[in-house]
Protein backbone atom coordinates (compact mmCIF):
# COMPACT_ATOMS: atom_id res chain seq x y z
CA UNK A 1 0.00 0.00 0.00
CA UNK A 2 1.20 3.29 -0.85
CA UNK A 3 1.88 5.65 2.09
CA UNK A 4 3.13 9.32 2.50
CA UNK A 5 4.75 10.16 6.02
CA UNK A 6 4.87 13.75 7.36
CA UNK A 7 6.74 14.49 9.71
CA UNK A 8 6.69 16.90 12.14
CA UNK A 9 2.81 16.41 12.76
CA UNK A 10 3.01 20.18 14.20
CA UNK A 11 5.39 22.99 14.45
CA UNK A 12 5.37 26.32 16.52
CA UNK A 13 8.15 28.48 15.29
CA UNK A 14 8.26 32.29 15.46
CA UNK A 15 7.78 34.61 13.25
CA UNK A 16 10.99 35.35 10.69
CA UNK A 17 12.29 32.15 11.01
CA UNK A 18 12.80 29.41 7.76
CA UNK A 19 12.03 26.22 8.26
CA UNK A 20 11.83 23.11 6.39
CA UNK A 21 8.59 20.47 6.07
CA UNK A 22 9.25 16.83 5.57
CA UNK A 23 7.24 14.51 3.14
CA UNK A 24 8.48 11.04 2.83
CA UNK A 25 6.89 8.30 0.30
CA UNK A 26 7.13 4.53 -0.40
CA UNK A 27 6.67 4.45 -3.94
CA UNK A 28 9.44 5.60 -5.84
CA UNK A 29 7.78 5.10 -9.44
CA UNK A 30 6.54 8.60 -8.90
CA UNK A 31 4.48 10.28 -11.59
CA UNK A 32 4.30 14.21 -9.23
CA UNK A 33 4.45 15.07 -6.00
CA UNK A 34 2.17 18.29 -4.71
CA UNK A 35 2.53 20.27 -1.96
CA UNK A 36 -1.02 22.22 -0.73
CA UNK A 37 -1.61 24.55 2.34
CA UNK A 38 -5.27 24.22 4.10
CA UNK A 39 -6.57 26.24 6.57
CA UNK A 40 -8.60 25.25 8.84
CA UNK A 41 -12.16 24.82 7.81
CA UNK A 42 -11.04 25.81 4.25
CA UNK A 43 -10.39 23.69 1.16
CA UNK A 44 -6.77 23.06 -0.05
CA UNK A 45 -5.02 24.78 -1.64
CA UNK A 46 -2.56 24.58 -4.23
CA UNK A 47 1.02 25.82 -3.50
CA UNK A 48 3.21 23.65 -5.75
CA UNK A 49 3.46 21.05 -8.39
CA UNK A 50 6.69 19.00 -9.14
CA UNK A 51 6.86 17.08 -12.19
CA UNK A 52 8.76 13.89 -12.05
CA UNK A 53 11.58 15.12 -14.48
CA UNK A 54 11.90 18.09 -11.85
CA UNK A 55 14.21 18.46 -9.20
CA UNK A 56 12.52 21.38 -7.46
CA UNK A 57 9.89 24.33 -7.90
CA UNK A 58 9.93 27.66 -6.22
CA UNK A 59 7.26 30.16 -5.78
CA UNK A 60 7.88 33.20 -3.78
CA UNK A 61 9.33 32.28 -0.52
CA UNK A 62 8.57 28.97 -0.47
CA UNK A 63 10.54 26.14 -2.37
CA UNK A 64 9.79 22.36 -2.98
CA UNK A 65 12.56 19.64 -3.68
CA UNK A 66 11.93 16.39 -4.83
CA UNK A 67 14.00 13.57 -4.62
CA UNK A 68 13.02 10.20 -6.20
CA UNK A 69 15.76 8.24 -5.38
CA UNK A 70 15.66 8.25 -1.42
CA UNK A 71 11.55 8.90 -1.20
CA UNK A 72 11.78 12.24 0.01
CA UNK A 73 10.20 15.57 -0.65
CA UNK A 74 10.69 18.98 1.09
CA UNK A 75 8.73 22.55 1.39
CA UNK A 76 11.15 25.24 2.57
CA UNK A 77 9.38 28.29 3.65
CA UNK A 78 11.30 31.50 4.13
CA UNK A 79 11.06 33.99 7.02
CA UNK A 80 7.91 32.72 8.23
CA UNK A 81 4.86 35.26 8.65
CA UNK A 82 1.87 34.60 10.84
CA UNK A 83 -0.32 34.14 7.46
CA UNK A 84 1.97 31.39 6.58
CA UNK A 85 -0.07 29.37 9.85
CA UNK A 86 -2.18 26.74 8.25
CA UNK A 87 -1.70 22.75 7.78
CA UNK A 88 0.70 21.75 4.70
CA UNK A 89 -0.11 18.34 2.83
CA UNK A 90 1.97 16.73 0.29
CA UNK A 91 0.37 14.26 -2.06
CA UNK A 92 2.21 12.14 -4.73
CA UNK A 93 0.94 10.21 -7.48
CA UNK A 94 2.07 7.29 -9.19
CA UNK A 95 3.14 6.06 -13.06
CA UNK A 96 0.29 3.53 -12.37
CA UNK A 97 -2.07 5.73 -11.19
CA UNK A 98 -1.34 9.23 -12.41
CA UNK A 99 -4.45 10.52 -11.70
CA UNK A 100 -4.06 9.82 -8.26
CA UNK A 101 -3.23 11.10 -5.25
CA UNK A 102 -2.29 9.80 -2.27
CA UNK A 103 -2.08 12.11 0.96
CA UNK A 104 -0.19 12.52 3.92
CA UNK A 105 -1.86 13.71 6.72
CA UNK A 106 0.03 16.94 6.79
CA UNK A 107 2.39 19.61 9.18
CA UNK A 108 0.32 21.98 11.40
CA UNK A 109 2.40 25.06 11.31
CA UNK A 110 1.92 28.19 13.94
CA UNK A 111 3.89 30.81 13.62
CA UNK A 112 4.07 33.04 16.42
CA UNK A 113 4.64 37.02 16.42
CA UNK B 1 -12.08 33.99 -10.22
CA UNK B 2 -12.64 30.13 -11.53
CA UNK B 3 -13.02 27.86 -8.19
CA UNK B 4 -14.40 24.72 -7.55
CA UNK B 5 -17.91 25.48 -5.75
CA UNK B 6 -19.83 22.62 -3.49
CA UNK B 7 -23.02 22.93 -1.53
CA UNK B 8 -23.91 22.64 1.17
CA UNK B 9 -20.81 23.66 2.71
CA UNK B 10 -22.49 22.22 6.28
CA UNK B 11 -24.89 19.60 6.81
CA UNK B 12 -26.09 18.01 10.22
CA UNK B 13 -28.95 15.21 9.48
CA UNK B 14 -30.03 11.81 11.62
CA UNK B 15 -28.73 8.34 10.76
CA UNK B 16 -30.46 6.62 8.22
CA UNK B 17 -31.45 10.12 6.20
CA UNK B 18 -30.54 10.33 2.64
CA UNK B 19 -27.99 12.85 1.92
CA UNK B 20 -26.78 14.25 -1.33
CA UNK B 21 -23.39 16.84 -1.79
CA UNK B 22 -22.69 18.64 -4.72
CA UNK B 23 -20.37 20.24 -6.67
CA UNK B 24 -19.68 22.25 -9.64
CA UNK B 25 -15.93 21.74 -11.42
CA UNK B 26 -14.02 24.19 -12.92
CA UNK B 27 -15.39 25.41 -16.18
CA UNK B 28 -13.18 23.36 -18.82
CA UNK B 29 -12.04 20.29 -16.00
CA UNK B 30 -11.88 17.43 -17.50
CA UNK B 31 -11.82 15.39 -14.14
CA UNK B 32 -13.66 15.37 -11.30
CA UNK B 33 -12.35 13.54 -7.73
CA UNK B 34 -14.54 12.90 -4.51
CA UNK B 35 -12.32 13.23 -1.25
CA UNK B 36 -13.52 12.50 2.60
CA UNK B 37 -11.34 13.84 5.25
CA UNK B 38 -11.41 12.47 8.74
CA UNK B 39 -8.84 13.34 11.66
CA UNK B 40 -8.20 9.25 11.54
CA UNK B 41 -7.45 8.47 8.18
CA UNK B 42 -6.88 12.15 6.59
CA UNK B 43 -7.77 12.59 3.09
CA UNK B 44 -9.21 9.56 1.03
CA UNK B 45 -9.99 9.57 -2.61
CA UNK B 46 -13.47 7.48 -2.69
CA UNK B 47 -14.06 8.26 -6.83
CA UNK B 48 -12.94 10.31 -9.46
CA UNK B 49 -14.70 10.78 -13.35
CA UNK B 50 -12.85 11.53 -16.60
CA UNK B 51 -15.26 13.15 -19.26
CA UNK B 52 -17.99 12.86 -16.76
CA UNK B 53 -17.47 8.89 -17.12
CA UNK B 54 -16.80 7.01 -13.90
CA UNK B 55 -13.30 6.03 -13.47
CA UNK B 56 -12.29 4.88 -10.21
CA UNK B 57 -14.94 4.48 -7.10
CA UNK B 58 -12.95 1.33 -5.55
CA UNK B 59 -12.49 3.78 -2.48
CA UNK B 60 -16.27 3.99 -2.01
CA UNK B 61 -18.74 2.07 0.45
CA UNK B 62 -20.62 0.45 -2.76
CA UNK B 63 -23.76 -0.41 -0.48
CA UNK B 64 -24.77 3.11 0.78
CA UNK B 65 -22.37 5.68 -1.25
CA UNK B 66 -23.06 6.26 -4.90
CA UNK B 67 -21.25 9.44 -7.46
CA UNK B 68 -22.47 10.32 -10.47
CA UNK B 69 -21.83 13.33 -12.84
CA UNK B 70 -25.50 14.20 -14.82
CA UNK B 71 -23.48 17.06 -16.84
CA UNK B 72 -20.05 18.39 -16.97
CA UNK B 73 -21.17 21.05 -14.67
CA UNK B 74 -22.26 18.87 -11.83
CA UNK B 75 -20.99 16.43 -9.68
CA UNK B 76 -22.92 14.29 -7.02
CA UNK B 77 -22.42 11.93 -4.09
CA UNK B 78 -24.84 10.27 -2.75
CA UNK B 79 -25.46 8.25 0.58
CA UNK B 80 -28.12 6.75 1.64
CA UNK B 81 -29.15 5.41 4.47
CA UNK B 82 -26.12 7.34 6.25
CA UNK B 83 -24.54 6.44 9.50
CA UNK B 84 -22.61 8.26 12.42
CA UNK B 85 -18.97 7.13 10.76
CA UNK B 86 -20.13 8.80 7.38
CA UNK B 87 -19.62 12.28 9.59
CA UNK B 88 -16.27 13.64 8.05
CA UNK B 89 -15.37 16.38 5.45
CA UNK B 90 -16.48 15.71 2.11
CA UNK B 91 -14.50 17.71 -0.77
CA UNK B 92 -14.45 17.75 -4.86
CA UNK B 93 -11.54 18.61 -6.77
CA UNK B 94 -11.14 19.04 -10.25
CA UNK B 95 -8.23 19.33 -12.73
CA UNK B 96 -7.51 19.60 -16.24
CA UNK B 97 -5.66 16.19 -16.44
CA UNK B 98 -3.01 15.57 -18.85
CA UNK B 99 -1.38 12.02 -19.07
CA UNK B 100 2.23 10.98 -20.54
CA UNK B 101 5.45 12.47 -19.42
CA UNK B 102 4.89 15.78 -20.25
CA UNK B 103 1.38 15.74 -18.23
CA UNK B 104 -0.66 17.44 -15.85
CA UNK B 105 -2.44 15.93 -12.93
CA UNK B 106 -2.92 19.13 -10.70
CA UNK B 107 -5.82 19.34 -8.66
CA UNK B 108 -7.82 21.93 -7.38
CA UNK B 109 -10.05 21.75 -4.66
CA UNK B 110 -13.55 22.92 -3.55
CA UNK B 111 -14.06 24.37 0.15
CA UNK B 112 -15.98 21.01 1.39
CA UNK B 113 -18.95 19.88 3.12
CA UNK B 114 -18.90 19.06 6.56
CA UNK B 115 -21.12 16.70 7.32
CA UNK B 116 -22.24 15.39 10.65
CA UNK B 117 -24.76 12.26 11.22
CA UNK B 118 -26.38 12.22 14.28
Known amino acids: KQEVTQIPAALSVPEGENLVLNCSFTDSAIYNLQWFRQDPGKGLTSLLLIQSSQREQTSGRLNASLDKSSGRSTLYIAASQPGDSATYLC????????????FGKGTKLTVNP | DARVTQTPRDKVTEMGQEVTMRCQPILGHNTVFWYRQTMMQGLELLAYFRNRAPLDDSGMPKDRFSAEMPDATLATLKIQPSEPRDSAVYFC????????????????FGPGTRLTVL
Open chain 2, 93 to 108: ASGLVTLGLAGNNEQF
Open chain 1, 91 to 102: AFSTQGGSEKLV
